[in-house]
C-alpha cells in the first residue's frame, strides 16, 4: 500500500528556486510565440524570474532533503545553482541582441530558462534517476539551442554532432544507472553506502565496479574532460555564441556539481578513489590538460581557442575533485565552487567581447580580426586581456585564485606529480592565451575594420564580469 | 603612520590608474604627472624608511591584515635590513626614470608614453611589494604582477624582433614562476601537516624540516624561478633579446629593478628556508656566477652596439653579486646587498647615457657612434664616471661591493675568486672599450649632435655621480643600513 508523501511548507520553501525558473521560463516561453518586440519581454521575464530566484537561494539555509535525497539542497546545490543563475543570465543578456536582429529563436530565452532548469534539478539531487531527468531536461534544450542559428551550417552541424555524442553518453549513463540499480537496489546515492561500506577498490564486484565506470563515462562527456572531450571544439565553435556561452559556463558548471556530489559521496566516502576509478580520473585530468594544452596552440579562431582552453580548464577542476573528495567535504566544496564560479565569470567576460566583435555570417572571430583592438575599441580589448590573463591563472585574478587552490589541494592529498604536470600545461596553455593579448596590443589595426555598434547589454556584461574578474581575484568569494 | 609599507605598495596602481585616464589637457605631460606621483610616494615612503632602525633585527613598519584565511595567507609586509636598501632604490629610481621619458623614448607619442608610464607604475607597485612581502603566497603574487605589463611594454614598444624577444621572456619568466608556485604550495601543505595551522608566512615556513630530497627539489623548483629572473648563468638565454628589444624605460626597469627581485629572493627566500639544500648546492652556484661573471664580460666585448653591451655588462655584473650570496658568507652577503643598489644605479645611468646617445643613432652601433665627447661633455663625464664604477675602480661605489664579494669567494672557493678577478679586468676591458668607441676617436659620419638635456637630466647625472663617488668614499653609511 502506497503512502502519499505530501510536500511541508518547508519542502516548498526550497523547492521556490526551480519552481521560479520553471514558471519565468514558461513565461518567457509564451511571449515568444509572436514576433515584435515581444522578445523583449521574454528576456525580462526570465530575468526577473532568475534574479528572484537567485534572491530564494539566498534565503536557503542548511541542508533539506526532499524524499529521501531524491532532491537535496545543501550548500553544494544552492552554489552551483546560483552559479548556473549566473551563467543564464549572462547568456540571456548575450542572446539578446541576436535574438532581436532575428538571427536566433525566439524560443532561445525560454529553451535557456529550461535547461537552467534541468541544470538546477542535476546539482540538487541525491538520486541517479532525478540526475538523469535534470540531465535530459538540459541537454534537450542545448540541442535545440545549438542548432537555432538557421543561416549557418556549421550550427546544424554541430547541433547533429552533439546530440548524437550527447545522446549516446546519456546512454551510457542510463545504462551505469540501471547496473547501480541491479548492483544497489536502488537508485540513491545512499543505497551505495548501505551496502559496500569499507570496501577496497580492487574488492567491489564487476556490477557495481561497471556501474560507476558507466556513470563516469556520462560525467566526464558532460564535463568536457578526457577521454570524452572531442565533441567540445566542434560543438562550441558551430553553435552561436550565447549558446556557447551559456555551455561553456552553465553546462560545465552543472556537470562539475553533480560529479562533485557523486565523487564525494560514493568515491571519496567509500575510499574508492584508488584503483580503476582513481586511473580513470587520472587519466581524465593528465589527458584533458595535455591535450588541451597542446591542441590550443595553433588555432586562429578565438572561439575554438576557448573551446581548447575549456578542456584544460576541465583537467584542472578535475583534479579538485579528484584530489580533494577525500578530504573534508567542506574544502572541497570551497574549492570547486569558487572555481566553478570564477571560471563562468572569465568566460562570461571573453564571451562578451566575442559577441560584440563577431562577424554575423561567421559567428566567430579570428585573430587576425582583433588587431590593433586596443587602438579601436579599448575597452573590448581590456575586457578580452583580462579574461585571458584570468584563464592563464596570473595573479592577482580571479583565474589565479581558482587554480592555485585547486593545485594545493591536489598536492595536499599526495597528487603532487599531477599538479607538477598540471603547471606544466599552464605553461603551453598561456602560449594561446597571450596570442589574442598580442594581437589586441602590439598590432596595428588593420584597414577598413570596423565593429557593429549599438551592443548594450553584451558591453554591460562584459564589463561587469571584467570588474569582477579582477575584484575576485583580491577578494574571493566561497574561499 | 602605521600602515605605510602597504600605502606605497598600493598608491603605484592607483598612480597607474590616474596616468592611463588623464583628461586630455594633461596628456601631454603624462610622464611629468606619473613623476609626480612616484616622487610624491617616494617622499612618503621616506618617512617609513626613515624611521627605521638598523641595530634592531626585527621587523618594522609591519602590516600583517588576513587575506586567504582558509589558506593562511596573510597580506604580510615590512622592513628589514635586507630589503630596505632595494626598497628605497625602487622608490628613487622611478620617478627619475619618468623624468628621463623625454630623453629615453624620444620618438613616442604622447599616448604611449602615458601607457608606458602606467605599466612602469604597475610594475613598481609590483617590485615593491615583492621587496616588502613576508609572506611566501604573497611574495609571488606580487612577483608575477609585473610580467604582463613588461610583456605588453615590450610587445608593443619594442624594437626588432619583440614578439619572439616578449615571448621568450615571458615564458622562460613564467617557467621558473610556476615552478616556484608549485614549491610554495607544497610548502604550503607541509606546514599545514606540521601545525595543523595553515600558513604562508616566510618565518612559519623557515621552521618546517622535510626530508632531504624533497628539500633538493624544492630548492631547485624556487631557485629556477629566482636564477631565471636574475639572471644566473645558465638561465639568462632571455636576457640580450628581452633588453636589446625592450624599449629604453624597460630595458632600465629591468636592468636596474627587476634583476634585483631575482638576487633578492635568493638571498632572503632560496637559501633561508632550504639551509642543508642550500650547503649542498651553493659550490654548484657559486661556480655558475662565476662563469657567467666571465661569460657575460667575454660577450660584452664582443658586442656591436652599446645597449647590446650595457645588457652583457648588466648580466657580468649581476652575476658578480651572486657570487657574493652563494659564497654563504655573511660578508658576501652584505656585499650582495650593497652591490645590489650600486649596481641599480649605475646601470640607470649608464642607460641614461644610451638615451642621450639614441639622439645620434637609434640603434647605437659603434659605427655610428664616435668623438661625441666633444658634443656632449656632461654626457662623457657621467659616462666615464659609471664606467669606472662598474669597473669597480677604487673610490667608486662599485669598488667596494665587488672587494668584498671578492674577498667572500676566495674565502667560498678560491678559485672562483680567481676567476671573478679575471671577470672584473674584463671588465674593465669592455667598458673602456664601450667608452672609446663611442666618446673618444673620430667623430662619425653623422656629424656634430648637439647636447640639450633638460635640467632634469643634468640633475639626475650630478646626483648619480656624487652617489657613484660618495658612496665609494663613505661606503659605511650605506653597509650600516644595508645587511646589518
Redesign the interface.
Known amino acids: 500500500m502506497h503512502t502519499i508523501t505530501y510536500l511541508t511548507p518547508t519542502d516548498w520553501h526550497y523547492l521556490m528556486p526551480i519552481i521560479t525558473m520553471c514558471a519565468s521560463s514558461l513565461l518567457a516561453l509564451l511571449f515568444s510565440a509572436q514576433k515584435g518586440r515581444l522578445h523583449t519581454l521574454s528576456f525580462v521575464f526570465l530575468a526577473i524570474g532568475s534574479l528572484i530566484a537567485l534572491r530564494q537561494i539566498y534565503f536557503c539555509h542548511g541542508a533539506h532533503s526532499i524524499m529521501n535525497g531524491l532532491l537535496q539542497f545543501d550548500p553544494l546545490s544552492q552554489r552551483f545553482s546560483t552559479i548556473i543563475l549566473i551563467a543564464l543570465i549572462g547568456s540571456a543578456a548575450l542572446s539578446w541582441d541576436a535574438v532581436r536582429r532575428e538571427r536566433l529563436l525566439n524560443e532561445n530565452f525560454a529553451l535557456l530558462g529550461f535547461a537552467a532548469v534541468g541544470m538546477m534539478l542535476m546539482v540538487s539531487t541525491r538520486d541517479l534517476f532525478m540526475l538523469y531527468v535534470g540531465l535530459e531536461i538540459s541537454s534537450l534544450s542545448i540541442y535545440c539551442l545549438v542548432g537555432s542559428s538557421r543561416h549557418k551550417p556549421a550550427s546544424a552541424e554541430a547541433a547533429l554532432k552533439y546530440f548524437i555524442l550527447g545522446g549516446a553518453a546519456s546512454a551510457f549513463f542510463l545504462f551505469g544507472t540501471s547496473l547501480y540499480y541491479g548492483a544497489t537496489g536502488s537508485t540513491a546515492f545512499s543505497g551505495f553506502g548501505a551496502l559496500w561500506e569499507n570496501i577496497q577498490a580492487d574488492d567491489l564486484p564487476l556490477l557495481p565496479r561497471f556501474a560507476i565506470l558507466f556513470l563516469l563515462a556520462g560525467f566526464l562527456f558532460k564535463l568536457g574532460s578526457f577521454p570524452l572531450h572531442f565533441w567540445i571544439p566542434d560543438v562550441y565553435t558551430g553553435a552561436p555564441i550565447s549558446v556557447s556561452a551559456f555551455m561553456i559556463s552553465g553546462v560545465k558548471a552543472a556537470a562539475v556539481g553533480a560529479l562533485l556530489r557523486f565523487a564525494t559521496e560514493i568515491l571519496g566516502t567509500h575510499r574508492l578513489l584508488t584503483g580503476v576509478f582513481g586511473h580513470v580520473l587520472a587519466l581524465g585530468v593528465l589527458g584533458s590538460l595535455l591535450i588541451g594544452a597542446f591542441l590550443g596552440l595553433k588555432q586562429s579562431s578565438v572561439k575554438r581557442l576557448l573551446a581548447y582552453s575549456t578542456i584544460v580548464h576541465s583537467g584542472f577542476i578535475l583534479l579538485g575533485i579528484f584530489g580533494g573528495a577525500l578530504a573534508t567535504s567542506i574544502r572541497v566544496l570551497d574549492v570547486v565552487s569558487s572555481y566553478a564560479l570564477f571560471y563562468v565569470v572569465m568566460n562570461l567576460a571573453a564571451f562578451a567581447v566575442i559577441s560584440i566583435l563577431a562577424k554575423p555570417d561567421t559567428d566567430d572571430l579570428q585573430l587576425s580580426e582583433i588587431a590593433g583592438l586596443a587602438k579601436s575599441r579599448p575597452e573590448l580589448a581590456f575586457m578580452f586581456a583580462v579574461a585571458m590573463i584570468s584563464m592563464a591563472g596570473l595573479p592577482q585574478t580571479a583565474g589565479f585564485v581558482a587554480k592555485f587552490q585547486v593545485l594545493a589541494l591536489g598536492i595536499a592529498h599526495g597528487h603532487a606529480v599531477l599538479a607538477a604536470i598540471a603547471l606544466a600545461a599552464n605553461v603551453l596553455a598561456i602560449v594561446y592565451y597571450l596570442r589574442p593579448i598580442y594581437h589586441m596590443y602590439a598590432l596595428p589595426t588593420p584597414e577598413g575594420a570596423e565593429y557593429e555598434k549599438g551592443m548594450p547589454l553584451a558591453l554591460l556584461v562584459g564589463a561587469v564580469t571584467a570588474v569582477f574578474v579582477l575584484v575576485l581575484g583580491i577578494f574571493p568569494l566561497w574561499v | 603612520m602605521d600602515h605605510l609599507s602597504a600605502w606605497i605598495i598600493f598608491a603605484p596602481i592607483f598612480g597607474a590608474l590616474i596616468v592611463w585616464f588623464l583628461p586630455d589637457a594633461l596628456a601631454r605631460h603624462s610622464h611629468l604627472v606619473a613623476a609626480a606621483i612616484s616622487g610624491f610616494i617616494a617622499c612618503v615612503g621616506a618617512f617609513a624608511l626613515c624611521e627605521f632602525n638598523p641595530s634592531v633585527s626585527d621587523l618594522q613598519s609591519v602590516v600583517d591584515w588576513p587575506w ?1 584565511d ?2 593562511g595567507v596573510h597580506f604580510y609586509v615590512g622592513l628589514d635590513s635586507e630589503n630596505i636598501g632595494l626598497v628605497a632604490m625602487t622608490l628613487i629610481l622611478t620617478p627619475l626614470l619618468f623624468l628621463c621619458a623625454p630623453i629615453l623614448q624620444p620618438r613616442a607619442e604622447p599616448s604611449e608614453i602615458a601607457m608606458s608610464c602606467g605599466f612602469l607604475l604597475l610594475m613598481e607597485s609590483g617590485a615593491l611589494g615583492t621587496f616588502l612581502s613576508q609572506d611566501l603566497f604573497l611574495f ?3 612577483w ?2 609585473i ?2 605589463p613588461a ?2 611594454m615590450l ?2 614598444y619594442g624594437t626588432g624582433e ?2 619572439r624577444s ?2 621568450v621572456f ?2 622562460y619568466t ?2 621558473g614562476s ?2 616556484m ?2 614549491s610554495i ?2 610548502l ?2 607541509a606546514q ?2 606540521l601545525t595543523g595551522v595553515p600558513s604562508s608566512a616566510l618565518s612559519d615556513l623557515a621552521e618546517i624540516r622535510m626530508n632531504g630530497k624533497a628539500e633538493v627539489w624544492l630548492f631547485w623548483a624556487i631557485g629556477l624561478a629566482f636564477f631565471v629572473k636574475a639572471p644566473l648563468f645558465p638561465f639568462h638565454g632571455w636576457l640580450r633579446g628581452a633588453y636589446k628589444d625592450a624599449p629604453l624605460m624597460l630595458t632600465i626597469y629591468m636592468a636596474a629593478i627587476m634583476s634585483k627581485m631575482g638576487a633578492y629572493g635568493i638571498g632572503k627566500v632560496l637559501l633561508p628556508l632550504f639551509p642543508n639544500a642550500a650547503m649542498q648546492y651553493a659550490p654548484v652556484l657559486l661556480w655558475a656566477s662565476a662563469i657567467g661573471l666571465v661569460y657575460g664580460a667575454l660577450l660584452a666585448y664582443n658586442q656591436k652596439d652599446l645597449k647590446s653591451l650595457l645588457a652583457c655588462a648588466s648580466l657580468s655584473h649581476i652575476n658578480a653579486l651572486l657570487m657574493g650570496l652563494f659564497s654563504l658568507k655573511a660578508m658576501g652577503h652584505s656585499a650582495a646587498l650593497f652591490q645590489m643598489l650600486s649596481h641599480g644605479f649605475l646601470i640607470f645611468g649608464l642607460f641614461l647615457v644610451c638615451g642621450v646617445l639614441q639622439k645620434r643613432d637609434e640603434s647605437l652601433a659603434w659605427e655610428n657612434l664616435g668623438g661625441l665627447a666633444k658634443f656632449l661633455p656632461m654626457t662623457a663625464i657621467s659616462f666615464f664616471v659609471f664606467s669606472l664604477g662598474s669597473m669597480g675602480l677604487p673610490g667608486t661605489n662599485g669598488f667596494v661591493g665587488e672587494f668584498l664579494i671578492l674577498l667572500a669567494s676566495f674565502d667560498a672557493a678560491p678559485w672562483t675568486g680567481v676567476i671573478a678577478a679575471f671577470g672584473v679586468v674584463l671588465s674593465a676591458a669592455y667598458m673602456l672599450r664601450a667608452y672609446q668607441l663611442s666618446m673618444l676617436g673620430p667623430v662619425s659620419a653623422h656629424g656634430e649632435i648637439s647636447e640639450q638635456l633638460g635640467y632634469s637630466v643634468k640633475a639626475i647625472f650630478i646626483m648619480l655621480i656624487l652617489f657613484t663617488i660618495g658612496f665609494g668614499i663613505f661606503p659605511q653609511t650605506l653597509l650600516r643600513v644595508v645587511g646589518g
Do not use: K, Q
Open positions: 586567504l582558509s589558506w609571488y603574487v606580487f608575477e604582477l610580467l604582463i610583456y605588453l610587445g608593443m619583440r614578439a616578449g615571448l615571458f615564458l613564467f617557467v610556476l615552478a608556485l608549485f604550495l607544497y604550503m601543505a599545514t601537516d
